[in-house]
Structure formats: C-alpha cells, structure tokens
C-alpha cells in the first residue's frame, strides 16, 4: 500500500493563479482530512471529509474548497491564491473517526 | 473554539536527559492523540489516550491523561538523537477532526 500521497510536493503560486493540491489514498478510509501548517505552527484543519459525497468545514476554511467523489480522492482547490495561502498542506485519511490519522507527505506551497 | 495549549514550545536536552511534553485545555478533552513530526516530514501517529488517568508506555516514552482529562505528557527517557522532531497533542472531536497544540520542539545535542 502507498498509504497516501499528495502531488506536487512544491509549488509557487502568484497572487490570484488557481491550483489544486491532489490527495489520494489505497487503505479504503472513509474519512479524510486536509490541514494547513504554518512554520512553527500546530495545524489546523481546512476541511474534512466522512465518505464519497460528505464534506464539511473545519477552522480554517475560507479560500479553499473541496470535493469527494470516490473514497480515494480528496482534492484541495485554492480559486485566488493570496500571499496568506502561503503554507505546508497536509492530508491526511482515518479508517473511524476514532482512529489514528495517516498523513500524506505534504504539499510546500509558495503564493508570491 | 476547542484550544490546546502546549509547553513547552522549544526543547534542547543533551542526549541521555529525559524530555517531557505538556498538553493543557481549559475544557474537557474528548481524546488524546500524539504526534511526532521529523524535520522536513509528516505527522506520524504515535497513540492514542481515552480514559481519564490513563498511562500508556512505548519503550521509552510514557503517555499520561489527566484525571480531569484537561491535560496530558509525554514523556522520554534518556533521549536518544532519533528523537529529535516535533511533538505534537491533538484533541479528537466530532467526526475525527483534531485540534493541534501548537507543539514542542525537541533538539538532542549528542
């Protein structure tokens, strides 16, 4: 299993551009999470995911939006990037909502 | 909403020295999940704690929960250079989602 993955692992945005951050996942989780961590930073959860068709905000959720059409996707949409975007973007996917979290690698994301 | 306040932020211990971690809340904590974070990497599970006085030990790490369940540590024994990273609380609420303590930094000089 490549538990899961995230592409690209780094990219530079400029102010405005659109893009989105790709996370799948091989374990057959049902729930599935994307968090934002700013250097020095806990993280924070952008939005989360409880199955194919289910999403909903978390803390931080303004600028982004997601979708779950399969129970492996989850992608992240930034519409107008913003120099505030700037940040390590996880996902992460949990078999329960009571279980251990599994986290992709990350996305380094760099909005000039 | 729900914060997690942890402490310290920085750590710099000689290798040998223990280590611990504190995670607090002025509310009641739903569950307590650690973190381990390398340099450059990802969050990595490391447990899970439910009850309230709960004590869990990995080798050389020891997970506590308070008895009020507002608070948590981890603990490490004679830190060892593979330690290094951050750690990180997080409570588990509604639906899975966590809230993250802000996180200690822990540096081994060997």
């Known amino acids: 299993n490549a538990g899961v993955t995230q592409t690209p692992k780094f990219r530079i945005l400029k102010i405005g551009q659109s893009m989105t951050l790709q996370c799948t996942q091989d374990?057959?989780?049902?729930?599935m999470y994307w968090y934002r961590q700013d250097p020095g930073m806990g993280l924070k959860l952008i939005y989360y995911?409880?199955?194919?068709?289910?999403?909903d905000k978390g803390e931080v959720p303004n600028g982004y939006n997601v979708s779950r059409s399969t129970t492996e996707d989850f992608p992240l949409r930034l519409e107008l990037a913003a120099p505030s975007q700037t940040s390590v973007y996880f996902c992460a996917s949990s078999y329960t909502d009571y279980n251990e979290q599994f986290f992709g690698p990350g996305t380094r994301l760099t909005v000039l | 909403g729900q914060q997690v306040m942890q402490i310290p932020q920085y750590q710099h211990v000689q290798e040998g020295e223990d280590f611990t971690t504190y995670c607090n809340s002025s509310?009641?904590?739903?569950?307590i999940q650690w973190y381990k974070q390398r340099p450059g990497g990802h969050p990595v599970f490391l447990i899970q704690l439910v009850k309230s006085g709960e004590v869990k030990k990995q080798k050389r790490l020891t997970f506590q929960f308070g008895e009020a369940k507002k608070n948590s540590s981890l603990h490490i024994t004679a830190t060892q250079t593979t330690d290094v990273g951050t750690y990180f609380c997080?409570?588990?609420?509604?639906?899975?989602?966590?809230?993250f303590g802000q996180g200690t930094i822990l540096t081994v000089h060997p």
């Open positions: 509310t009641t904590l739903s569950n």
């Open positions: 995911s409880v199955g194919a068709g289910i999403t």
């Open positions: 997080a409570d588990g609420t509604s639906y899975g989602k966590l809230t």
């Open positions: 374990m057959n989780h049902n729930y």
